[in-house]
């Protein structure tokens, strides 16, 4: 049996001693205040017992981590035909804000992890729900069991101040017929669900459901296994933009990255693992997270391979 608390402290003893940290992102502004040295872990086995190092209960901003969530509530309300006529689920191997013209020659994103897809879901969910940010924000509540999570208003309004590229996005979107609301409202929701604030125990408690085939902390069934499958599936391929293989050939998981530093992965069955390292690497992950991650699964030998 392993001792996962003395893993987790091995790691974060590796982390506080290392110099390089990776940088945080400036394009966001409201990112750019956050100290790097913040370094957090938390593990949620599913048979009952939860570990946690370092900073595992200061909140951050989630950004494309929402993206799965945004997801699996597009999954929830409608099923995944309808989402996949109006996207893909390949990887791109580009970054996440590639604004590729072939990619969308028809108006489709390559998948829904990417900034184009995301926001095609955003468009999906405002024209289903009546109260599209106050019920994302219930549906996030609900999963993490957690009533306190919240937006972060100041980080979604710094982000629709300098969001050129994904108004790019948008407007490319809106003229393939792809959106079928303003750009403004499809981009309001899409900045304020990014902005959500959690630290790595309500995250991990968020993304029960990925590892228990659809069921989530309070019992509630959400998705059926075979939504959860395909979710994990994308998380798995897509879950870091061009740096997908290499997560998968490091850490072995299926999980997602966000630009405030935090990454979340999970064993079906098993555990979820969140961890928060705001410093990003050159491909807009995070450096020590995904460090942390790889020295995880390779102590423990727990992966899905
Ligand atoms: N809100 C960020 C953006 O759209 C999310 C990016 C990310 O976390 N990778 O640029």
């Known amino acids: 049996m392993c001792d996962f608390q003395k893993i987790l402290e091995s790691i974060k003893e590796k982390a506080e001693k290392t110099s390089e940290k990776g940088k945080v992102p400036t394009y966001i502004p409201e990112l750019a205040k956050v100290d790097k040295n913040h370094f957090g872990i938390y593990l949620n086995m599913l048979e009952g017992n939860?570990?946690?190092?370092?900073?595992?209960?200061?909140k951050f901003s989630i950004q494309s981590i929402s993206k799965v969530l945004s997801l699996a509530m597009a999954f929830n309300c409608l099923g995944a035909n309808k989402i996949l006529k109006r996207m893909d689920v390949e990887p791109s191997g580009n970054p996440f804000n590639y604004l590729s013209l072939l990619e969308l020659e028809e108006g489709i994103p390559r998948n829904p992890f990417i900034n184009s897809g995301a926001i095609v879901?955003?468009?999906?969910?405002?024209?289903?729900?009546?109260n599209p940010k106050e019920e994302f924000l219930q549906f996030v509540r609900d999963l993490a069991n957690d009533q306190t999570i919240d937006f972060n208003y100041e980080v979604a309004a710094s982000e629709a101040k300098t969001g050129y590229t994904n108004f790019a996005a948008a407007n490319l979107l809106k003229s393939f017929n792809n959106l079928e609301n303003d750009v403004d409202e499809v981009l309001d929701f899409y900045f304020h669900q990014c902005s959500i604030e959690m630290n790595c125990k309500q995250l991990s408690n968020a993304f029960y459901l990925f590892a228990n085939k659809g069921k989530c902390l309070n019992n509630k069934t959400?998705?059926?296994s075979s939504q959860v499958k395909r979710i994990n599936?994308?998380?798995?391929?897509?879950?870091?933009?061009?740096?997908?293989?290499?997560?998968?050939f490091e850490v072995g998981l299926p999980g997602k990255s966000g630009v405030g530093g935090g990454i979340v992965a999970l064993l079906p069955g098993t555990f979820i693992i969140t961890c928060w390292s705001p410093?990003?690497?050159?491909?807009?992950?995070?450096?020590?997270g995904m460090l942390a991650l790889e020295s995880f699964t390779t102590q423990s030998n727990l992966s899905i391979f």
């Open 222 to 224: 959400y998705l059926t």
């Open 121 to 130: 879901i955003a468009d999906i969910l405002i024209s289903e729900l009546k």
């Open 233 to 248: 599936a994308i998380m798995l391929t897509c879950g870091f933009y061009d740096e997908a293989g290499e997560f998968a």
């Open 50 to 58: 939860d570990y946690c190092v370092g900073d595992w209960d200061i």
């Open 279 to 288: 410093g990003l690497n050159p491909k807009g992950n995070s450096k020590l």
